[in-house]
């Protein structure tokens, strides 16, 4: 797994996370991609992941 933070952040940015991206392959129980996250006005941060195991959970 690798985080990029484009700049530094305060902690105010902390309660504004937005999701703006999610791409990602799913094979068996391993799952690649990246998740694109807007920390308010505090840049853009990215979380790539590769072959990580996952299990998906159904929310009732």
């Excluded at 068996?28 to 992941?49: A, M, S, V």
Aim: glycine fraction near 10%.
């Amino acid at each position: 797994m690798s985080v990029s933070l484009g700049e530094k952040f305060t902690s105010f940015a902390l309660k504004d996370l937005e999701v703006s991206s999610f791409n990602y392959t799913y094979e068996g129980d391993r799952i690649t991609g990246e998740i694109g996250i807007l920390p308010g006005n505090e840049g853009f941060w990215t979380i790539r992941f590769e072959q990580a195991k996952c299990d998906l959970h159904e929310n009732t």
